[in-house]
């Protein structure tokens, strides 16, 4: 076979000394590689910086005292509540009634313009919250009225008739095919901040006379409201989108009520067969 070698040819003496040299490379090579072993704690590191970003995207569960839930109804006694304006649960008005705050119908009795009976009987919690996620359920007969109200001051609702109905932001409370309110607009309807902001095209009500989960977020002037799962409205106090419905509203003449302060929980009474159960809060820290 024809050697494909096309180099300078080497004698033997040259072959010895070729030997002599690759053999030297050879031992320089290995001591090269003696420092291969302190390279592999910088894989390691490598491997542990990868991990970080991993270790960071997950969610953490919280912890803080301030965000575990609260029971505001124990299902069995008016415990944390009182009347509006008053020192004691409006009597006739409001019941339990198999596990749940029952607001029994007032049936005939005068109502101020926007319908709320004038001797009303708003019941609030005692202790008033700032920044809060509120989740609770809700039911109402057919063709009933009602909301849950928050950012409530007692004092600014007893200066303003009718005196024990609660003046704050309304989570709308309603039967939306027969009670005559819806027709008023989107911002009457179930789920909408009344009068202010009405909810958007997912909403989904269940059948009048099912339970419906309602939730409340309110932390550093924005607000959602949703409705049985879904996100339904949100909300930011002092942009020019809220004032321009603020001074819309009915809300407008009066002075400080969009501000954010520490108010009550509000079951509001509108004169109709409405029931509240599973009412829970958790204060959120800015």
Avoid at 16 to 31: D, I, P, Q, T
Avoid at 75 to 99: A, C, M, Q
Avoid at 121 to 131: F, N, P, Q, S, V
Wanted: charged share 20%.
């Amino acid at each position: 076979m024809k050697s494909i070698w096309s180099g300078p040819r080497f004698g033997p003496r040259c072959a010895a000394a070729f030997s002599l040299f690759f053999l030297a490379s050879a031992m320089g090579c290995g001591a090269d590689a003696e420092p291969e072993a302190d390279t592999q704690p910088e894989a390691d590191t490598q491997a542990d910086t990868q991990a970080e970003p991993d270790a960071q995207s997950g969610q953490e569960e919280p912890t803080q005292p301030d965000l575990e839930w609260i029971t505001l109804f124990d299902g069995e006694t008016f415990d944390g509540w009182t009347g509006l304006g008053r020192n004691s649960v409006p009597g006739g008005h409001w019941i339990i009634d198999d596990g749940t705050i029952r607001k029994v119908a007032s049936g005939a009795v005068p109502t101020a313009p926007d319908g709320q009976p004038l001797v009303g009987g708003d019941l609030r919690t005692l202790e008033a919250y700032r920044d809060f996620e509120l989740v609770f359920e809700w039911r109402v007969a057919p063709g009933a009225n009602s909301g849950i109200k928050y950012n409530v001051s007692e004092a600014m609702s007893v200066a303003s008739p009718p005196v024990n109905a609660a003046l704050g932001f309304e989570y709308q409370i309603l039967d939306d095919d027969l009670h005559p309110d819806a027709l008023n607009g989107p911002n009457r309807m179930a789920g909408a901040l009344y009068d202010l902001v009405p909810p958007g095209p997912g909403k989904e009500t269940r059948p009048v006379g099912s339970f419906n989960e309602g939730r409340i977020v309110f932390t550093q002037g924005h607000g959602e409201h949703w409705l049985n799962g879904i996100k339904i409205l949100e909300f930011d106090l002092g942009t020019p989108e809220f004032e321009a419905l603020l001074a819309a509203s009915k809300y407008a003449p009066i002075e400080g009520f969009a501000d954010q302060r520490m108010g009550h929980i509000v079951l509001q009474d509108h004169g109709d067969d409405v029931w509240f159960r599973n009412i829970k809060i958790r204060e959120i820290t800015p």
